[in-house]
């Protein structure tokens, strides 16, 4: 199971880091994702980091603003996003791939977070 938090209100231009915490042994064998979605809109590639940590890739939107982080010992993954714009409220959820391949599509994530809601104030 995935849990997300740590979203919540925040200005813009501010900061605000969410957390994606994972139950099971094997959380280090999975590569995650992080997606966010919009009412009526589908939902959008964020960024995504290996099992190990050590590849990350983001969407050209938030390269460079966000970042993507991983803690195997704590069985959590997290998004560090800086300067963040209205345009990034969302619903930002977490998912898991148990062969990642460089996954940006929802497609293929195997296992899905409940979602914790990012609200950026103009």
């Known amino acids: 199971q995935l849990q997300a938090s740590g979203g919540g209100l925040v200005q813009a231009g501010g900061s605000l880091r969410i957390s994606c915490a994972a139950s099971g042994r094997s959380f280090g064998s999975y590569g995650v994702g992080w997606f966010r979605q919009v009412p009526g809109k589908e939902r959008e590639f964020v960024s995504t980091?290996?099992?190990?940590?050590?590849?990350?890739i983001y969407a050209d939107s938030v390269r460079g603003q966000f970042t993507i982080s991983r803690d195997n010992a704590k069985n959590t993954v997290y998004l560090q996003m800086n300067s963040l714009k209205p345009e990034d409220t969302a619903v930002y959820y977490c998912?898991?791939?148990?062969?990642?391949?460089?996954?940006?599509?929802?497609?293929?994530?195997?296992?899905w977070g409940q979602g914790t809601l990012v609200t950026v104030s103009s």
């Open positions: 998912a898991a791939v148990r062969f990642w391949a460089y996954s940006k599509n929802p497609g293929e994530y195997d296992y």
């Open positions: 980091v290996s099992a190990s940590g050590g590849t990350t």
